[in-house]
């Protein structure tokens, strides 16, 4: 399929439309010049502002949206009976799911995939970022944005191993930032995760960047060359000095012995000199100069919804996706370095019964690095509306915590001069407005 584009000028109708991943690649279809369309829910989304700035019409749940001639992308969540995509069928319509058509995108430019339990937004963004800024890039990132580029040489995706998306992709280069336990309603363990990583990694056609401090990572048996990342000695793309203030991380970055230059991040936390060094690999290898990649990693400023600061009053709002232990240790660490005189109050909403009942002792560990931690009630899901454990029972496990809800956010106003972290994957944004219109009062 390489050099055949998806994108000759047609009209694209997505069902699911305002699903994160669906909404970054009908803006990148968009952006190349095709017609864009698709339904969902009417309920307001936050994918949902950005497509309708750029003229994308969404339109609610109806077989008559479907005309001769559209091509369909479906959403993961729907399914064939969906009256949408019987429709498109009953139509004779091109249907592709939405990894087959991402699929098309990779196979069309030098394409890098990130994957990986934790931090593949960041990431992924990063790198889009970074090379957008030396060559024509189209990135997907799985948080709603997507840009397309008709010139392009590189396509920069985001690759999720949930249900094990990713195994639709045969990408030049990927990037794996880690081999986690996560999706306990998918996969069996952290056996069954390695192995879907090990399958995609056997479909990289150039070389694969991996964590190095990982010892999943090192176990695996693919047909490419694997560079491995890190601050060791073992690792072949290494950052050494690394210099943590305030204002960000400064570090020397080394391809076995070949110093690459000094590099300088705005960014906060050991995670992001890591993903950042994963970018300078990737230019490595694909000869970009080092010197542009040393500008533009030094003006990326961030992600939303990781690490997105507000500050009111006298105190500092941090809203981040943290969701697993690892994540929630990165985003207190990152916390710690950019406010070192602080203290860090952590406001944390665990995401489903399941979730909470895999990973409840290292929820815990990596809270009690907070100076103070509430937990808020559990954020449910469509399929899973009760379960065996609760919110109380991570605060038994964490010193000195509190439960806190809707009715109770005033008890934050106790503290001054803080920096207070919302993180969770449900709604948590719900407790910080609620905190944000008690401050401005």
Known sequence: ????????????????????????????????????????????????????????????????????????????????????VKK??????????????????VTSHTSIGIAGAHGKTSTTALLAHVLDGVEPTSYLIGDGVGKGNAKDRFFVFEADEYRDHFLAYHPDYAIMTNID????????????VRSSFETYGKQVKKAIFAWGDDDNLWKLDVDVPVYYYGTNEKDDFRAENIQRTPAGSTYDAYFKDQKLGTFTIHLYGEHSV????????????????????????????????????????????????????????????????????????????????????AY?????????????????????????????????????????SEGIDMDTMTKLLHYHDAVVVFMGAGDIEKYEDKYKELLNK
């Open 274 to 357: 890591l993903n950042s060094l994963a970018v300078i690999a990737v230019a490595y290898m694909e000869h970009v100069d080092m010197t542009d990649i040393k500008r533009e990693l030094a003006n990326f400023t961030g992600v939303k919804r990781r690490f997105s600061e507000t500050d009111i009053a006298d105190e500092t709002l941090i809203d981040d996706y943290a969701h697993h232990p690892s994540e929630i240790k990165a985003t207190i660490d990152a916390a710690r370095q950019k406010y070192p005189d602080r203290q860090v109050i952590a406001v944390f909403q665990p995401h489903t019964y399941s979730r909470l009942a």
């Open 1 to 84: 399929m390489k050099g055949t584009r998806l994108m000759d000028k047609k009209t694209y109708y997505f069902i699911g439309i305002k699903g994160t991943g669906m909404a970054s690649l009908a803006r990148i279809l968009h952006d190349k010049g095709n017609e864009v369309l698709g339904s969902d829910i009417e309920k307001e989304t936050f994918t949902q502002e950005p497509l309708l700035k750029n003229g994308i019409k969404i339109l609610p749940f109806d077989p008559a949206n479907l005309k001769p001639g559209m091509i369909v992308v479906q959403g993961n969540a729907f399914g064939d009976d969906h009256p949408e």
């Open 181 to 192: 336990f996560d999706h306990p309603d998918f996969f069996k363990d952290i056996d069954d």
């Open 88 to 105: 498109a069928h009953e139509l004779g319509l091109t249907v592709m799911s939405y990894p087959e058509a991402v699929e098309h995108e």
């Open 360 to 400: 409840i002792d290292g929820f815990a560990e990596s809270l009690r690095k907070a100076d103070k931690v509430f937990v808020t009630p559990i954020f449910g899901s469509i399929r899973e509306q009760a379960g065996h454990v609760s919110s109380e029972d991570l605060e038994a496990k964490i010193p000195d």
